[in-house]
C-alpha cells in the first residue's frame, strides 16, 4: 500500500509564499507523474500543476509565472512552490500521483488527504 502526506498549507496574505510538500511511502518502484489539484467548495478539482519522470512540467494559465512544481524521486516526494498568492488561490490543494509498483506492472493513482491554502489580508 502507499500513504500520501502532505503538508505546507496554511494562511497568508496576498502576496505571499507557501510551500507545499507530498511525501509518498510504501514499496514504490516509480512514480511517472505527479500532479497538484485545487477545489474550492462547489466546484470541480482543477489541475494546477504536473510534472512527468523526466522533468516536464505543466501549469495551467493561472498560475504561470507564479507556481513552481518540482520532485525528489529519491525522496518521492512533490513540492509546488506558490509565489504572488491571491485571494482567488484559496482552495484545498491535494497531490495525485501515478506510480508503479514494479517495472512492468500496472499504474495506480493515489490521492493526498487536502491540505487548506487561505490567502487573506
Known amino acids: 500500500q502507499v500513504q500520501l502526506v502532505e503538508s505546507g498549507g496554511g494562511l497568508v496574505q496576498p502576496g505571499g509564499s507557501l510551500r507545499l510538500s507530498c511525501a509518498a511511502s510504501?514499496?514504490?518502484?516509480?512514480?511517472?507523474?505527479m500532479r497538484w489539484y485545487r477545489q474550492v467548495p462547489g466546484l470541480q478539482r482543477e489541475l494546477v500543476a504536473q510534472i512527468v519522470l523526466g522533468g516536464d512540467a505543466y501549469y495551467v494559465d493561472a498560475v504561470k509565472g507564479r507556481f513552481t512544481i518540482s520532485r525528489d524521486n529519491a525522496k518521492n516526494t512533490v513540492y509546488l512552490q506558490m509565489n504572488s498568492l491571491k485571494p482567488e488561490d484559496t482552495a484545498v490543494y491535494y497531490c495525485n500521483l501515478t506510480l508503479l509498483f514494479e517495472q512492468y506492472g500496472p499504474l495506480a493513482a493515489y490521492w493526498g488527504q487536502g491540505t487548506q491554502v487561505t490567502v487573506s489580508p
Open positions: 510504501g514499496s514504490i518502484y516509480s512514480i511517472t507523474s
